[in-house]
């Protein structure tokens, strides 16, 4: 058989044929044959459908190839996809051709195999069944083998050589994700191995935590294996090791497990003492309280040992928690020594000064502290040298590339138009290892159509590749009244559209000019990190192009103009002489503001029946006149790549209201996304220019309660570089946070320790503000308590008399709910 009929096979994709052709061959054949595949495989390989003939190279090279070292990454090179409902897929043929071969270096193969295996997407089921039909008693035990095994319900399935693998079972990472979705593996362990290993592996696990859902899996196994008490009282301490750090249905469970021990009267007293002081470092209030209950039931015998522990949550950041510490306290003091009420009092400085009181100290005069004075971030020094260019161009792609920051890639664009007009051949030649390892760059500008609609993104990759490109303009007149032209039409087209489309629309341009009308430089380059630009330099930048006889590209110029300060009149241009200048200046005269409005927006699902039924939902969004008047066709947000959103704080820094406005969707939709991170568009538009209103508001709410703690971080950011410019009103932000969360859409969980963080880093005033507005909205909500607290705790320190709405009628309730409770302390502080 010739190499060209094997070829017909693999590109014809079919399985059977092939293999039973790879199966008539001599030993002597498959070795000629090898070196035909190679060849043809390496070829494949570089082409354009290098994915393509996946199942059918499998099995070529099972049935070919000479040693281990050269099949196992072949294999793992060649998936066949396997899935229940279609089986015949070629895995059956795959065994049978290495089957026939009885191969000498088999068990070598399956090493390398197993241990090269995925650990994260378990999708090489075509691998674990090859090692299946193979190792006989003697599995692998790489992670990668065992979590396929697992996932694939290999208890079914299972050997009598596989008994020495539970160990390893209960050691791999992931191992509690297959015990939480297939129900029968926790029982299957329990009748099949050793008890102690089956008890001592799982605690292991508990104690060394993990995602939520491994931690269930582990839960259940402990569940399956009715732990007796004998043996609690003998791992007693590995239960408590449990109750620092781990998930809270972990602790949940040691904590049950020890306190029905100590019950029975076998939980040692210094046992007990020092897993109360684990849980009082938690944030789980539940918690918390059930073991300061728990604690407080030995106070009677043992009160010294008990008020010392219980202080431990004097530091506590709940005041609620720390005011029912001070009640059980206060129950005993008279029951303790001297030397401990000393140490009992030093301990209640770290209290508020009302809570202090309770058990006769004083505390601590905490000192405010100081927002640092706002300092514009300087934009950095440009790329000097084309191998830094280059660098930074290879850094926008590859396996660790990540969002594209406004900094990042207006440096590169300036670098590439001023490289490009000083030696273009050079940038090119710089550029073609990137060419070489992405050729998709070059492809999608070679499809380029000037008349299409495109996304930031692709533009920039546009700019990237349009240096590969031989510029095509001669420097004759007629092609200079020819660009002025274009830039004058491209003028009176210009419309308030998307903030993705006016940067989509500039980088086209870019890379139009760098092909047909190039220019030594740009000139909307900003000054600062937030995208302003210096009105000194741009007239600096203009009058130098002036005076070498060139004018910058139409959009190029706009930008610089959208990139001004607030505060620049018309005349910081008076000397600017031409057509460039008289545009300045009337665009400066005209600038005026869009209108930002609140807006109820309403949104109904398609109706899928049964499977999901229509729903109709509502959101607040901000509307922009002119510009964005239906804001909902953004409902789920922008994509992560394509409108290049990190970088729009940049493009209007002047309108930060209208930029804020405009992201309000995405915001909103980050409430219930894991997508990742925004990375710091909130602060950039706290740095930027430009009045403040329901746009910022809203984002900043939103952004107070997104999914994501990395994001609310970026919030909080934002709040305090706000407050520390004076240009943070806490009045209409507490109202939009209370209107929010009285209609269900903000999660007033999240957005209170934001609140809370910006309030002790400085935001004092502003915070307290927010909150006298956001409180009257939430007298009848489950978590009203949480934001009285924070307000307890602003108030005993800016002292700002005054009153709340509505907080005298919660105050006056009966009973000791934790609303009440603060709310009387609110009270006190305010009078």
Known sequence: MTFDEIRELIEADKPVPLAEALQALTAEQRKELAKDLI?????????????????????????????????????????????????????????????RRDLAWMPELLVRLAAKMPTRELRRYDLMRVILEFCGENAPDSDGFLLHFLNAGGHTGWRPGFDVLIPRLLEVVGAGVSFANT???????????????????????????????????????????????????????????????????????????????????????????????????????????????????????????????????????????????????????????????????????????????????????EETVALAPFTPRPWPEPIATLDELTGEVRALFGRNAGHVEAVTAERIIEAVVRF???????????????????????NRNSYYNEHSKSDPWSELIAIIAAVSEPATWSGSIASLLESTRKWLTQLKRTQPGSISDQLALRLREIRNGLVHSPRPALVSTPTEASGLLDAATLLERLAKADAEGWEPWPRDLEQAYQRLPRDVAPEAFAS?????????????????????????????????????????????????????????????????????????????????????????PHFANRLYSKGGS????????????????????????????AELTVNRAHAVDALLILASRSQLEGKPLGEIIGLLVHRGELPLNRVVPGLRDAARSGALEQIWDAL?????????HNRVADVIELAVELAQQLKPGGDVEGLAEVAARKGSSKAVVQAKRLVAALS
């Not at 005041?319 to 009640?327: F, I, N, P, S, Y």
């Not at 000083?422 to 390892?437: C, E, H, L, S």
């Not at 300045?584 to 109706?607: F, M, Y």
């Not at 006298?772 to 009848?780: E, G, H, R, S």
């Open 183 to 365: 129900r029968e593996w926790p029982s299957f362990l329990r009748g099949r191995a050793d008890r102690t290993v089956l008890f001592d592996g799982c605690l292991a696990r508990l104690q060394q935590g993990g995602s939520a859902k491994e931690m269930e899996g582990f839960l259940a196994l402990h569940e399956v294996l009715q732990v007796t008490q004998d043996e609690v009282a003998e791992h007693a301490r590995d239960y408590v090791a449990m109750l620092p750090d781990s998930r809270s249905t972990v602790a949940t469970l040691a904590q049950d497990r020890l306190r029905s021990l100590d019950e029975a009267g076998r939980l040692d007293f210094d046992l007990l003492c020092d897993a109360s002081r684990w849980v009082f470092g938690r944030t789980e209030k539940k918690l918390v309280r059930a073991q300061l209950t728990w604690l407080g039931k030995h106070a009677k015998t043992r009160p010294d040992e008990v008020v010392l522990v219980v202080a431990e949550l004097f530091a506590h950041e709940s005041d609620d928690l720390r005011g029912q510490a001070v009640k059980l306290v206060a129950k005993h003091l008279a029951k303790i020594s001297a030397a401990t009420r000393a140490e009992l009092l030093a301990l209640a400085e770290q209290l508020p000064a009302d809570l202090a009181a309770q058990l006769g100290g004083q505390a601590l005069v």
């Open 576 to 664: 600017l002489p031409g057509n460039t200048g008289r545009l300045l200046r009337r665009w400066l005269a005209d600038r005026t503001d869009p209108v930002v409005a609140l807006a109820e927006k309403i949104r109904t699902t398609a109706d899928y029946g049964y499977y999901r039924p229509a729903v109709t939902e509502k959101r607040l969004l901000a509307t922009v006149t002119p510009g964005l008047p239906d804001p909902e066709q953004h409902w789920y947000g922008y994509g992560d790549w394509g409108p290049l959103i990190e970088w729009w704080p940049a493009v209007l820094p002047a309108h930060r209201d209208v930029v804020a406005a405009r992201l309000v």
């Open 772 to 780: 006298v507005a956001l409180l009257p909205k939430l007298w009848t």
């Open 678 to 705: 925004d990375g710091p568009l909130l602060p950039m538009l706290a740095e930027a220019d430009g009045p403040t209103g329901i746009g910022m508001d809203l984002a900043l709410a939103y952004g107070l309660g």
């Open 39 to 99: 060849a043809f495989e390496k070829k494949h390989r570089a082409g354009d459908r290098s994915w393509h003939h996946g199942p059918t190279l499998a099995i070529s090279g099972a049935g070919l190839l000479q040693n281990a070292s050269t099949l196992a990454p072949w294999l793992l090179r060649y998936q066949i996809w396997w899935h229940p409902q279609f089986p015949n897929n070629g895995i059956a043929e795959l065994i049978d051709v290495l089957r």
């Open 420 to 442: 490009a007009w000083q030696d273009r051949d050079a940038v090119a030649k710089a550029f073609g290892p990137i060419y070489d390892k992405h050729p998709w760059i070059q």
